[in-house]
Nanobody, 127 residues
Framework: QVQSLESGGGSVQSGESLRLTCLAPTYTRNGYCQGWFRQAPGKKREAVAVLKIADNGAAQYADSVKGRFTIFEDNAKNTLYLQMNSLKPEDTAMYYC???????????????????WGQGTQVTVSS
């Protein structure tokens, strides 16, 4: 099974920062989307940030992380990042990355549109 590889999670205090890294299994061509998703205990997995791979590709964020998280990529290295600042306890979750199955004009938030899910990296924020 082809998977991405997430890393960079950890345990931090409220207000601190973390940078997550995702190594994609293959090069991502323009038009595809890559995203970060998270799942907290007892909750459904949700989209956190998605990025269209293109020149000046647009990023979209969940309302809960806007202004605090930044998604960016180094496609030459097949790597996707999530810079997380001003972390809050409610950001505690397992974080996953994935790539869209098809190209999109606007990146979808629907998890079913994505593939190459990794095992995730745990982020724990204490108050």
């Amino acid at each position: 099974q082809v998977q991405s590889l997430e890393s960079g999670g950890g345990s931090v205090q409220s207000g601190e920062s973390l940078r997550l890294t995702c190594l994609a299994p293959t090069y991502t061509r323009n038009g595809y989307c890559q995203g970060w998703f998270r799942q907290a205990p007892g909750k459904k997995r949700e989209a956190v940030a998605v990025l269209k791979i293109a020149d000046n590709g647009a990023a979209q964020y969940a309302d809960s992380v806007k202004g605090r998280f930044t998604i960016f990529e180094d496609n030459a290295k097949n790597t996707l990042y999530l810079q997380m600042n001003s972390l809050k306890p409610e950001d505690t979750a397992m974080y996953y990355c994935a790539r869209s199955k098809y190209t999109w004009e606007n990146c979808p938030a629907d998890l079913n549109r994505y593939q190459f899910w990794g095992q995730g990296t745990q982020v724990t924020v204490s108050s």
